[in-house]
């Protein structure tokens, strides 16, 4: 199995626990939690000057991970996560009566119970497409298109949180648009893991930053398209509702913490210290390595689609799982080891998802305890 240095010595995390599970809750880096105490220090000092200086500190941080994205700055506005960007942008596009918003069977739940809301009160309704697991991006595209008439708005996963699927952004925007249809693009997953990952031309496109870039949690980004921006306001309305331009209006909503947001730039600079561009396949293959050793121990394989992402695997689990929930609380006390599980077509996968801090034993670990847990 392929040999990574974990670098324990950047994260603060139990060691006597395996963490395969990062695509859920993230882990934030030593020196990343040590600003991000010292800013909430900072600012239980003398809570007058933190506030007078937290405009200023959120553009040098919304600056910096604008420019991770290779987004736009003057259409990246800060929120607290992907979810609050998805409904962010169902707030400011129109969904008329009678129209349908279109999404498929891979859609993040939050991101589809935003549009199920927005569905129920315009009177529209929410219309699901179905595609098979290991549909290619042609059959994608040829399943989507047809739901498209009547259509107000497409919102679509750019890495699938169900099956770790990379969905063909791009050629689904080009088609949308097409149409007159706007597309909301769910890139909870696309920080880090997909360079440059705003660019497909999508009319809002949203993303965490506490999963891959190993940012604080409650750190996300919203890319807003040029035609949207003056038409786009935060979910609450704040003293800087009233800024003319998009970015700044999101900054500041009152009495938030905003320590996560200016100390998220540290991890991209711990992603840089670990050489992300050469980390990244590293952690893939050492992932696909060990997913087939977990799915050879419990008999099954691992779950196969046309695009996977870098670090999201899944497993197929022996029989169908009808509490989740137990069974991982269950492998965390036996096993201590924290993985995720999630269902699609009717089967059930334990989701891996490994990071900088994984190495091949944590692995073994799970093909060893697994198969006995279940039995």
């Given amino acids: 199995m392929t040999v ?166 791009a050629r689904l925007v080009e088609l949308a648009h097409d149409r007159g249809v706007p597309v909301v693009v769910d890139g909870a997953h696309a920080p880090a893991l997909i360079d440059a990952p705003t660019g497909d031309g999508a009319d809002f496109w949203t993303g965490n930053f506490h999963k891959w870039p190993a940012a604080p949690r409650a750190t996300a980004g919203l890319v807003v398209a040029e035609k949207w921006r003056q038409a786009s306001y935060p979910l609450i309305a704040s003293w800087s509702e009233y800024d003319e331009r998009l970015p700044e209006r999101f900054d500041m909503q009152g009495t938030q913490d905003y320590a996560p947001w200016i100390a998220a730039p540290e991890s991209l600079r711990v992603l840089a210290d670990l050489d992300w561009p050469v980390r990244r396949p590293q952690i893939t293959a050492m992932l696909e390595e060990g997913a087939r050793l977990v799915a050879k121990a419990l008999g099954t394989s691992v779950g196969e689609v046309a695009n996977a992402a870098p670090t999201l695997r899944l497993v197929e689990l022996p029989t169908a799982v009808t509490d989740a929930e137990a069974l991982k609380a269950h492998v965390s006390r036996e096993l201590q080891i924290e993985i995720t599980l999630t269902g699609f077509e009717g089967r059930s996968f334990v989701r891996l998802s490994a990071h900088a801090y994984n190495q091949p034993s944590d692995f073994e670990k799970l093909s060893v305890g697994l198969p006995r847990v279940l039995a």
């Fill in 4 to 169: 990574l240095s974990p670098r324990p010595d950047l994260w603060s995390l139990d060691p006597s626990v395996v963490h395969l599970n990062h695509g859920s809750w993230g882990a934030v880096p030593r020196r990343t939690q040590e600003v991000l105490s010292a800013l909430r220090a900072e600012a239980e000092a003398n809570p007058m000057v933190w506030f007078r200086s937290v405009a200023a500190r959120l553009t040098v941080a919304r600056l910096e991970l604008a420019a991770f994205l290779q987004a736009d700055p003057d259409g990246f506005a800060l929120v607290p996560n992907a979810s609050a960007g998805i409904t962010a942008a169902f707030a400011t596009v129109p969904v008329p009566r009678g129209s349908r918003i279109v999404t498929t069977n891979h859609v993040y739940g939050a991101s589809r119970y935003a549009a199920e809301r927005v569905a129920r009160a315009q009177g529209a309704e929410l219309f699901v497409v179905d595609l098979p697991m290991q549909a290619d991006d042609d059959t994608v595209v040829a399943l989507i298109e047809p739901a498209l008439t009547g259509a107000s708005v497409l919102l679509i996963d750019h890495i699938s949180a169900a099956t770790g699927t990379i969905l063909p952004v």
